[in-house]
């Protein structure tokens, strides 16, 4: 089953990727990285597994084949893809790049345009990578 799992960079800089309602109750994982924080939630999916098992309860069907779509901040955006210049993406997407920088420190937050413009670029930027070949 397919749910989406947000990801957030806290002010000090710890990842958290969380399941805010999921069936009933919460799963999250926490980590200095963002693939630490989503192996910690993979953990945490694991470990509710083995105590309902273990105490007699149903596994619940959407946790058998659990598979997350993750949505990401700014900031934890680019702490995942460190690739991705910031300031060269500010420029691709048409933001300030100053500015860009700011969301990815968290010194400003993006308002819901702003996110969708990045949104946008970023969809934009992969469909023109899936084209390229080598």
């Given amino acids: 089953m397919k749910t989406t799992a947000i990801v957030e960079m806290w002010d000090d800089k710890t990842i958290s990727v969380y399941v805010p309602d999921f069936d009933g109750f919460s799963l999250n ?20 597994k ?12 959407s946790l058998s084949d659990i598979e997350f779509e993750y949505k990401y901040d700014i ?7 460190k690739f991705i210049s910031v300031s060269t993406f500010a420029k ?10 700011q969301y990815k ?16 670029a970023i969809h934009r930027a992969g469909s023109e990578m899936l084209a ?3």
């Fill in 105 to 120: 420190q968290r010194i400003a937050f993006a308002s819901e345009a702003q996110k969708m413009k990045i949104e946008e």
């Fill in 132 to 134: 390229v070949h080598l």
């Fill in 29 to 48: 994982g926490q980590g200095n990285t963002v693939e630490e924080a989503k192996q910690a939630l993979y953990e945490a999916v694991n470990d509710y």
């Fill in 92 to 101: 691709y997407a048409g933001i300030n790049p100053s500015l860009m920088r």
């Fill in 50 to 61: 083995t105590m309902l098992s273990e105490t007699g309860k149903e596994i619940p069907a």
């Fill in 75 to 81: 900031a934890s955006f680019f702490e995942c893809f």
